[in-house]
């Protein structure tokens, strides 16, 4: 909304344009109404787009701040949690809702949350509520079901070990081996004959 500025206008006027802007609420330095000036609003901290695993039972607990109009921490707001009955969802301890407090630094945490057996993404709804103020927020998830391993990966690290370990045996074995022995040595050398003539080691 437009800044209503009444310093330039006459005395008369002024005053009646004052009396306007009382009347309807509004402060003639902005032209906001002082609700909107005073009005909190929650942001998401954690859980936004997290992935519940189903298999495993767990998910990820959504976390808010309330905040006001200076981006100050708002504290003893009261949040409310909702899941949704139906489809992909999760439970608190207490249902499908919780009601927290927030602390000096205006978090509230839903705690406790548990997806259930259905896959896909849901959203839960936050309320927060503070001295007449009410601000919302959503906060979406997906729960999912990895596929189990089958085990091969074990039995191949088993594998991998055992051709690893005996690979190693065989390098200390030949290292072994020759440290200990030589190689053979050669027979005797062979005499060479040429017609009446033969050529071998002196006797």
Do not use: C
Not at 5 to 13: A, F, K
Not at 33 to 60: D, F, H, M, W, Y
């Amino acid at each position: 909304m437009t800044s209503i500025t009444i310093s330039s206008l006459p005395g008369r006027r002024q005053a009646v344009w004052l009396a306007m802007l009382l009347v309807l609420g509004l402060r003639p330095e902005t032209g906001l109404s002082q609700e909107a000036a005073s009005a909190i609003k929650v942001t998401v901290k954690e859980g936004e787009g997290a992935l519940n695993n189903i298999r495993t039972g767990r998910a990820k607990d959504p976390v808010v701040v309330v905040l006001d109009a200076g981006d100050q921490p708002v504290q003893g707001a009261q949040v409310f949690f909702l899941l949704p009955e139906l489809g992909a969802s999760a439970l608190f301890p207490a249902g499908n809702s919780i009601t927290v407090t927030t602390g000096p630094d205006g978090m509230a945490v839903g705690r406790g949350m548990k997806p259930n057996n259905v896959v896909g993404e849901f959203e839960i709804r936050v309320v927060a509520s503070y001295q007449q103020q009410t601000a919302r927020a959503v906060v979406h998830q997906t729960n999912v079901a990895p596929q189990k391993s089958g085990g091969g990966g074990g039995k191949t690290a088993l594998l991998v070990a055992i051709l690893g370990g005996a690979g190693a045996a065989v390098a200390v074995g030949v290292t072994r081996s020759g440290s200990k022995s030589s190689a053979p040595p050669p027979s005797n050398p062979t005499s060479i004959s040429a017609g009446g003539s033969s050529f071998g080691p002196p006797r």
